[in-house]
C-alpha cells in the first residue's frame, strides 16, 4: 500500500468508526451491503461481512437496536451495552481496510483510531442522551436517537463516497465539541 492509499484508508475506517459511536449496527450494515455490491474491497479475514448471512444478521440487529432507542429507559440502557460494541466495531473497521499493513502497526493503529473514535463519539452521545432524560423527562430522546441514526448513516455513506471528507466533518465536530465543553467547564468554575 502506498503512504496516500494508506491514508486514505486510514480516513476511510476512522470515518466509519466514528459513525459506530452513533449506532453500532448501521456502519456495519453499510459496509457489509457495500462490500457485497463491490463497493468495497475486503480483505479475505473480512470476507463473511460481505456475505448474504453476515447481511440478514446485521440488518435485523440494526432494526433492532434503531426501535430499542426510540423505548424510553431503554435508551439510556442501551447507551451503556453499546459503548463497548462500539469500541470493538470500531477497531474492526479501522484494521479491515488497513489489512495491507504490517499486523502490529495495522492493530495499534485500529485500536487507537477505531476504539478511540467510537469511543468518543459514543460517550459524547451518551452524554447528550442523559442531559436529554434529565432535562426533558425522557421527551426529548426520540429527537437525539434520529440524530444519531441520521449522522450514523449519513457519516457511513460519506466515508465510502468520500473518505476524506468524512474525515474533516469527524474532525470539525469534535473540536466544535470540545470547545463547547470548555467553554461550559470555564462557566461552573
Do not use: C, H
Not at 456502519?27 to 447481511?55: E, Q, R
Not at 473514535?117 to 430522546?141: D, H
Amino acid at each position: 500500500m502506498s503512504l496516500p492509499e494508506t491514508l486514505l484508508a486510514a480516513a476511510l475506517g476512522v470515518s466509519l468508526a466514528a459513525a459506530v459511536g452513533f449506532r453500532v449496527f448501521v456502519p456495519l450494515l453499510v459496509v457489509a451491503v457495500a462490500a457485497k455490491s463491490g463497493w468495497m474491497d475486503l480483505p479475505a479475514s473480512f470476507d463473511w461481512l460481505g456475505s448474504a448471512a453476515a447481511i440478514a444478521m446485521l440488518a435485523v440487529a440494526a432494526v433492532a437496536e434503531i426501535a430499542a432507542y426510540y423505548i424510553p429507559g431503554v435508551d439510556n440502557l442501551l447507551d451503556a451495552i453499546a459503548a463497548p460494541l462500539a469500541v470493538i466495531a470500531g477497531t474492526m473497521l479501522v484494521a479491515a481496510p488497513l489489512w495491507e499493513l504490517p499486523p502490529l502497526l495495522k492493530w495499534t493503529t485500529a485500536v487507537i483510531a477505531g476504539g478511540g473514535a467510537a469511543g468518543v463519539t459514543q460517550g459524547l452521545t451518551s452524554l447528550l442522551r442523559a442531559k436529554s432524560t434529565l432535562a426533558t423527562g425522557g421527551l426529548a430522546n426520540p429527537v437525539v436517537s434520529t440524530g444519531e441514526l441520521g449522522g450514523s448513516l449519513l457519516l457511513s455513506i460519506l466515508a465510502l463516497l468520500m473518505p476524506l471528507v468524512a474525515l474533516l466533518f469527524v474532525a470539525i465536530a469534535l473540536v466544535l465539541v470540545f470547545r463547547r465543553i470548555r467553554r461550559l467547564a470555564r462557566r461552573t468554575v
